[in-house]
């Protein structure tokens, strides 16, 4: 109404500083707080509207970091206490925020407490250990609490795949034809009637010779029923996990627009609306209105019979915070398909899937009818097994790749006395393979499994492990660099307790103490501080300079003849010329992606335009003009001879005229 006025603060308003450690070691551990550079212009205009105002409401965002927020803002605005009031709510709605109002209380301590022993930790770590990187390393380098240890389990996973030694093993599959039926069945060799695993070719040849005139016989025929449960609401973690599996999106990626969402888009008719709930949550609570209210949706959209009695539980035994429910629509009524043209297509893509997901999570199991056959022939034993969807329940709103299951058609057909005819016995040799490399989505799920870091520490360690250059990102893996393997070791070797998986989970249960007032925040930094100086004046003694060549490439330094080397600046890569200062020539790194320019034989690379928008031009622009949006083959179109350019699976002529397409062979690379 008229009786209020919004203004922003546009976050943190007051920091540590950045020239200094900002710790009063001697003092305590009291931090020293300074006004963030730009932002005095704005709190001088905050605090001229605050002394005009009866009553102030502190709105920051409803966790650790926003309770921080607001007491900064008193500090640093000198709020009158009798007058200043805080409200939280989780979802920016009409409703939730007049709701907040009447329930506006004052600012919680152990909250603010639990942040500044978190931010403190986390700045003694990185104001001593980055400097010492620093030193034995290269400027630029940095530690910390969470990231040093998501560092380690990337390393450690490498580790464990490079020590892989691949065992063999075979399989055998029965192809049977059945009376009437045009597709085989097909039955995996299960043993004689034991599970026999066949390791070597010799094995198998003998199973071979055994079976050779083989009389086959169904032997038992199995029929159940099985349940798939309904998915849980998401949390920040799920939520990365299933953007990274379904739509391809980074953590970063997914934040960034779940905070659009949050804060509001404006939709046809309706005017702005928050979408969906707060983004940095661990816990699967729906508010009981937002429940209700899904479940009158299915039963209207739906059927009654579709809507799940009782709540959603999580299997999961660990503390969470529950400060906030899960991430949900705030308005279950509004589906995708009545906003799809108020939003952009990605913001409609994480909005569907949030949707899907919630409804979902208020609808009955899916039911399967399974059937499982058991084939035997001279002692050996085949078996075929597989189910039907029966009652779609919550897969008729939501399904991901892990639910779709190919229906066998075939073992329906199977009866006790079915004849079987044998068409062929295929073979095929394979070897056992070393664990996958970390994802995005993967890491977050271990962290989160662990218990290091919180909901709103996943994307930012992450993007900091990227930007420092410790991993590499490629197609979705994550891959140790050579940089983030000196770094590791010299973690693991002089801070072995800082990256000790065990040691960062007690932090943060320590943290959750202090955010319950059960724990003082500053008897965690004086048990944390002598250790860590300690370990630091150790490293100093005792860790050798290491010294990393910059990489080489095959361009050559017009002014001096000098192979230039590849630099990393703000914006990423840049080639140098290794002469400097006597040679100061840079020119900007194009990376190849292995395709000649058709119109002059130079490579393709990419590009990204002023905006940021990745494109693929020829080395030699301007002379040589060949530039297209979408990812160029090393195929020519075969009608016209034209490029032919990466759509999704397909490849498609560059010539819209020639409307030459053809299907993408798969990339077996993992």
């Not at 060799?189 to 094995?203: A, L, M, R, S």
């Not at 479940?295 to 400060?323: C, L, P």
């Not at 058609?409 to 664990?435: G, R």
């Not at 000790?500 to 500053?522: H, P, R």
Request: neutral net charge.
């Amino acid at each position: 109404g008229n009786n209020y006025q919004v203004l922003a603060s546009n976050g943190h308003v007051r920091d540590l500083p950045k020239s200094q450690m900002g710790i009063d070691i001697e003092n305590d551990f009291e931090p020293k707080y300074i006004t963030i550079r730009g932002k005095g212009d704005l709190l001088a205009s905050l605090r001229k509207e605050t002394k005009k105002a009866d009553k102030i409401y502190l709105a920051t965002d409803p966790d650790r970091e926003g309770e921080a927020i607001s007491w900064h803002l008193c500090n640093a605005l000198k709020l009158d206490p009798q007058k200043t009031s805080r409200i939280t709510f989780n979802e920016i709605t009409k409703t939730a925020v007049k709701q907040s109002l009447k329930q506006s209380r004052n600012i919680d301590m152990d909250l603010v407490d639990a942040q500044q022993a978190r931010r403190v930790l986390d700045r003694m770590m990185g104001y001593t250990i980055s400097p010492l990187l620093w030193q034995k390393v290269k400027r630029g380098l940095s530690a910390g609490r969470v990231q040093s240890v998501a560092l380690r389990i990337i390393a450690d996973r490498e580790e464990e795949i490079d020590a892989f030694i691949p065992k063999e093993y075979w399989s055998l599959d029965a192809n049977f034809q059945l009376d009437g039926m045009k597709k085989p069945l097909v039955a995996k060799f299960y043993g004689n009637p034991d599970k026999v695993e066949i390791n070597t070719k010799e094995q198998l040849d003998q199973i071979m010779a055994d079976l050779k005139g083989a009389r086959y016989k169904v032997s038992s025929i199995k029929n159940g029923e099985r349940n798939k449960k309904p998915p849980l609401p998401f949390t920040t973690s799920t939520l990365q996990q299933e953007c990274s599996k379904n739509l391809n999106f980074g953590t970063q990626k997914t934040m960034r627009i779940a905070q659009q969402l949050y804060e509001g888009v404006a939709i046809k008719g309706k005017g702005t609306i928050g979408l969906i709930t707060y983004l940095r949550t661990d816990s699967i609570r729906i508010s009981e209105e937002a429940d209700q209210a899904c479940r009158q949706y299915i039963a209207d959209h739906f059927g009654e019979e579709n809507v799940i009695e009782g709540d959603a539980v999580s299997k999961s035994k660990k503390k969470i915070q529950d400060a906030h429910e899960a991430i949900r629509p705030t308005y279950v009524d509004l589906s995708p398909s009545q906003i799809k043209d108020s939003l952009s297509r990605d913001q409609f893509r994480l909005y569907q899937l949030i949707w899907k997901r919630f409804v979902a999570s208020r609808m009955h199991s899916a039911k399967y009818e399974t059937t499982s056959v058991r084939i035997d022939g001279k002692g050996y034993r085949f078996t075929s097994s597989g189910s039907i969807l029966v009652v779609p329940g919550f897969m008729s709103v939501y399904q991901t790749e892990d639910d779709k299951e190919e229906a066998n058609s075939v073992l329906n057909k199977v009866k006790m006395d079915s004849k079987l005819k044998l068409i062929a016995l295929d073979e095929d040799q394979h070897f056992t393979q070393p664990p996958a490399h970390f994802t995005e989505a993967s890491l977050v799920k271990i962290l989160e499994e662990l218990g290091i870091g919180r909901p709103s520490t996943y994307a930012p360690t992450i993007s900091t492990l990227i930007s420092r250059r410790y991993v590499v990102k490629e197609q979705k893996n994550l891959y140790l660099s050579e940089l983030g393997d000196i770094v590791n070791q010299i973690m693991v070797s002089a801070f072995s307790s800082i990256v000790d998986v065990n040691f960062t989970a007690t932090m943060e249960a320590l943290l959750d103490s202090v955010a319950e007032g059960t724990v003082e925040w500053k008897s965690v930094i004086r048990n944390f501080y002598p250790d860590l100086e300690i370990a630091v004046n150790q490293a100093e003694e005792k860790l050798e300079k290491i010294n990393i060549e910059d990489e080489v490439t095959d361009v050559v330094c017009e002014l001096c003849g000098k192979n230039m080397v590849i630099k990393y600046g703000p914006h990423g890569k840049f080639l140098a010329c290794p002469g400097f200062p006597d040679c100061r020539n840079t020119k900007p790194y194009y990376e190849k992606i292995g395709v000649k320019c058709p119109k002059c034989g130079g490579e393709i690379v990419i590009k990204k335009t002023q905006k940021g928008r990745r494109y693929y031009g020829c080395e030699n622009n301007p002379e040589c003009d060949v530039m297209t949006w979408q990812r160029p083959s090393n195929e020519k179109c075969p009608e016209c001879g034209g490029m032919l350019l990466e759509k999704g699976n397909k490849l498609v002529c560059e010539h819209n005229e020639c409307g030459y397409i053809k299907q993408k062979e798969k990339n077996n690379e993992n």
